[in-house]
């Protein structure tokens, strides 16, 4: 049998994963519908790195990685499914499952590099769990490459309009060399677990400096 290290003095191989603690490009492997977990249990912890990890260890070539990776890329995102619409608005919900699964996925790619098995220190798990904010990242085009500058998103649930906790600066906007509007950018904000309902139907607004409004909806209940 394997030895299973749990990487504690070796902190080194994980030294970019704390900022998946920030943000990640990478999304949960998604299963069966469920709302978004605000609490964690230690088990329940586990299996989502497992979740993550698994798909990870069978990935043999470049190609099935990228297959898993766009795979996992569909489980937290809400709006346009940029597969079929690349400059629909829509936005990943990093939540606490889509970072362990993250990590659980960094766990494997990890194992088969150092071809031994290497696992995320509990403190940066515990980071997760205990994270009193749900992290968005928006995705959108528009018609100049500062057209996303001072950028603004709210939920809208059951009448009631939410704003986030805070918002970062969008991107200066990328060439998009796709159809729609010649510029893409993104920009991510945080809204407290506590302030939202993860089991509601939910729109998102997105208003821009000029006034233009984009909107879309996500339901909370079918995203863990």
Request: aromatic share 6%.
């Amino acid at each position: 049998m394997r030895n299973h290290r749990r990487m504690t003095a070796g902190r080194q191989s994980f030294r970019g994963l704390s900022g998946l603690l920030v943000g990640s490009c990478l999304c949960g492997i998604g299963g069966v519908a469920w709302a978004i977990d605000i609490k964690l249990s230690p088990e329940e912890s586990k299996k989502a790195l497992e979740a993550g990890r698994v798909p990870m260890e069978k990935a043999n070539s470049p190609e099935d990685v990228k297959k898993v990776l766009q795979q996992a890329s569909l489980a937290t995102r809400v709006g346009a499914d940029p597969e079929k619409d690349p400059c629909g608005a829509s936005a990943i919900l990093r939540t606490k499952h889509y970072r362990l699964e993250a990590f659980g996925r960094q766990e494997a790619a990890e194992s088969k590099k150092q071809k031994k098995d290497v696992r995320m220190p509990d403190e940066f798990i515990q980071k997760v769990v205990d994270m009193p904010n749900m992290e968005i990242e928006v995705q959108i085009c528009g018609d100049d490459e500062y057209f996303a500058e001072k950028a603004d998103v709210v939920f809208q649930q059951k009448g009631k309009t939410i704003r986030p906790v805070d918002i970062s600066p969008a991107d200066r906007g990328r060439k998009n060399d796709g159809a729609g509007p010649p510029y893409r950018s993104r920009f991510t904000a945080r809204f407290g677990y506590d302030t939202f309902d993860p089991n509601a139907k939910t729109t998102v607004v997105v208003t821009l400096q000029d006034g233009q409004l984009m909107q879309f909806d996500a339901d909370f209940s079918k995203v863990k």
